[in-house]
């Protein structure tokens, strides 16, 4: 796609000697969409279908008119199976011919609501935004017309889920499918660094080995891979498993300093220099003792079994000098590198952003508080800094005044949940965005906050457990988000053709294609 | 630098089962009796749990399951026979304020001491009514408070009770003002009294002696002065005696002792306080005064009469009482406050605020917004346990056993942990911040956000047109 993506780049120009010395050959992944089911038995549904066995006369009806396969009969089997109600569209099938509910002669359906729904995720990720999310990671593909998931807005009563996508009653443009373009450039510096462009408008988001399983970072570099992405190593230092994916890595630099080393910046084209994140605003990283297994130890060069906490915030910056020092530090050692700075959202996040980017920062990252997978203090999750939605029109619009923007790679990150919130990232500012959580849940996240504790999560995506991340595997994850990704990036590309662009830039800043529910433009 | 201010605390279980947000209701029949029954691989071996607590029940009241809302067994069960729902008995919980989150975590912290850590990011509403429209800052580069957090540095979340003089005065070299009395306490938190509902017998005197552990200040009506008759002065420094007007029984030497006395407001606030004065010159007194429309004025107005501290205090909601349209307290603090800068009374008079306090975040806000410190009362009573069913009239059934006779050291514990708890998420909130003292928060709103100013400032202009 682009003329710079990591595919094409000239090695020699984007990678020191050293590393193109010691470099391992570059794994390809295909971006094969295929249909993925989840791991467990009991897909959750939002409605259940009851068969009443003393009802049902075994006439097939239900059988041969449902065609979303909810109702089973396998071969050689007298009985129908549990019908597979994950597939049921629930009530919207009442205007269909093919209600099994009422066309049963002999009233032996029954459709209810799961009362698991209510268990089932928060005001962010509402159930229904989980398990759209799982239906899109298992087929690679964007709901169904006749889906009822509320997946476009959660449940927060704020932010993007107060936000809405204002399209024209008609394109102001007619756009083919293959001609719109939703990649970015990270590097718009002008710099002599290489250009690099990355073929959807999001990366994967640093989760430390330690954080998540090996199973899940390789899963995330690897479908990162193959949509020609990035995805971050985190914190917890560099595996040697991820060097066939070099060229997709970002690796971080954070204020434990925990497994970085000369060595590792320069494999990777990009380099993130963690100040902050929007989990633990002003709060520094915190590994659960049980969580510092022997691996995770021996990554770290640390002692296992011990807490480790990465101090707030850097001790060795105090001003913006200090931290262009920082960034001359990397750019040295690696000369090819890009640098981001990921930072939390104080009040004055604009003074922040444009400080690193007349430090020299490529991409300014600015972290939301609703992301995270690690351990932070529930009061400050819920309290500290300002939300991700103000934040990006407030950093943007001083960007622009300060004739900066042009100039810089603005990622927006911490709760973006669907295409539709990156859409709207995009649309109050931003150029692209980092997602985390999403990944998780296409891989089986429940979201029940329980990954710090203990043997860490209970679905093997957030533990560095044996037992636990012997569960999946790194076929099953890979193939989950190259699903998502699919789905995603059809997504956005139906927002783009909504709009008549055929560019993800030409939506940067355009507040005036969204309207607002507490504002009065409703349109 | 001073002794650094530290909460002992220890594991207090609770007395109770707990009341967990999940369970699993089970679907017994058509069960497949797999060898490799789901429940027995519950990471957490709830089931064994849940099995072992029902053979030791002597009755039977409460339906026990804590699950942690994992879905595994769920999902995995052959038979899919498992559902997992929220608990009822959890969403009964509290009230429309009281939430039954703010029972989760008070729960946690008196159990543990500890600060509540949770993964997976912020899963609540964007915003809400009182406390949670605002949010509080922190700064992206160093200051090197911030290692407070970590034990390098000191964060003081002292603050002082009383006067504190513009100016000093001096002939020569003698200083001619007369000082007025201060006393500081290490947390801005102050216990407040019980309502009268809360007939409960071990509660005062569990609450006396979490505020000697914790070296905090408890209110106690002068009513129930009998329950408290033989505390020693080891005690009475962390007694302030609520007079009431209709009970003068407190002793003068027992009044001697403590440090800090409160009064109702009152139309002869000048005489009543110099009779207290007659009997301890040192002494400091406040004055209660319930947070009414009318309160604003008549703060200023007690400012102007040289009264030390003023205790406002709204209804347990955090709600302007006689008001057909009530404020919230922060509201109501942010404008007393700014009104008494205005008058240049701000610093000779504390602010101590009162109702609806209840998370260790509405303490930091409540400062921020101008309070000096804040009372709370209900956070105590939930960590005994307390579900605010509002059925504990004597005689009635109190389903967290209050009734019954707890001891007063796991009484105390209990609330010790709790605001040993809170003591490290001000000082979170305050490291965040790069803020080494808490005297330096009160009224610092340039460190906070609103939602409201946040969606005009930077909504406004985009939306607006
Ligand atoms: S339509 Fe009714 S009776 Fe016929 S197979 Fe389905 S459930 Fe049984
Ligand atoms: S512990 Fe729960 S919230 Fe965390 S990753 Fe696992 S399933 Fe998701
Ligand atoms: S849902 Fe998870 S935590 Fe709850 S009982 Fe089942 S396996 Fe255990």
Known sequence: MGQYSVHKANLKEVLPDNTLNSRVPQVKVKREIKPCPARHLNEIAKYIIFRDEEKCRMCGTCYKICPKGVHVLKPGYKLFATPKSYKCIGFKCENTDNYCIAKCPNGALRLVENPMMEALGDYRWTSDIILATWKMAETGDVLPEDTDYEYETGASGGGYDR??????????????????????????????????????????????YGSVSNVTQLSKVRAATAWNTFSCSGEGGYMERFRPYDDHMITQVATGLFGVREETIQRVPVVEFKYAQGAKPGLGGHLLGSKNTLSVSRMREAVQGIPLFSPFPFHSVYSIEDHMKHIDWIKHVNPRVLISTKVSTPTDVDMVAVGSYFAGTHIIHIDGGYGGTGAAPDIAKKNIAMPLEYAIPKVHSFLVAEHARDSVTLIASGGIRSYFDIAKSIALGADGVVIGTAELVALGCVRCGRCESGRGCPRSIATTDPGLTGKMNIE???????????????????????????????????????????????? | MPEKYHIETTHMPPRLPRIGKYGIIDWREDCARCHNCVKKACIYDKYREESKFIKSLDSIHTIYFECMGCFSCVQNCTKGLLCLTVNPEYKKLGNEYWTPEIFRTTWLQAETGKVPVSGAGYRGKFYGPGFDSMWTDMSEIVRPTRDGIHGREYISTSVDIGRKPSFLTFTGDKMTSSLSSLLSVPLPVIFD??????????????????????????????????????????????????????????????????????????????????????????IVIAIRLPLTPKSVDRSIELAGMNVEVIHLVADQKGNELDSKKPRFIKDMIRDIHGRLIKDEKRDEVTIIAGGGIGLPEHLAKAVICGADLVS??????????????????????????????????????????????????????????????????????????????????????????
């Open chain 1, 163 to 208: 936000l809405r996508l204002k399209y024209p009653d008609k394109p102001l443009a007619e756009v083919a499918d293959d001609e719109i373009d939703i990649s970015i450039d990270l590097n718009k510096r002008n710099d002599g660094k290489p250009k690099i462009r990355i073929d959807v408008p999001w990366y994967g988001g640093g989760m430390s």
């Open chain 1, 476 to 523: 099953w994850g890979t193939q989950r988000l190259i699903n998502l990704f699919n789905a995603w990036s059809m997504g956005l590309k139906d927002i783009l053709k909504r709009f008549g662009m055929k560019k993800i830039s030409e939506l940067c800043g355009r507040t005036d294609l969204l309207s607002n529910l507490d504002f009065t433009n409703t349109r």
């Open chain 2, 193 to 282: 009294m019980t309502s009268p509902y809360h007939t409960l017998p071990v509660l005062e005197p569990s609450i006396i002696e979490a505020a000697r552990k914790t070296g905090l200040i408890a209110i106690i009506d002068s009513k129930k002065w009998h329950l408290i008759k033989n505390y020693d002065e080891k005690y009475l420094s962390h007694i302030a005696f609520h007079l009431n007007p209709d009970s003068h029984d407190i002793p003068q030497e027992i009044l001697n002792k403590t440090r800090l006395v409160e009064i109702p407001d009152s139309d002869h606030i000048e005489r009543h306080i110099n009779a207290i004065r007659n009997i301890n010159p040192d």
């Open chain 2, 376 to 465: 709370i009362n209900l956070p105590l009573l939930i960590a005994l346990e307390c579900r605010l069913c509002d059925s504990c009239k004597p005689g009635d059934y109190c389903p967290a056993e209050l009734d019954k006779n707890i001891d007063i050291e796991y009484g105390a514990g209990r609330m010790t942990n709790l605001m040993g708890a809170w003591h490290w998420q001000l000082v979170e909130v305050m490291g965040a911040m790069g803020m080494r003292e808490a005297r330096r928060l009160r009224g610092d709103v340039g460190r906070a956000m609103f939602y409201e100013e946040l969606q005009n400032e930077i909504y406004g202009p985009i939306f607006s047109t």
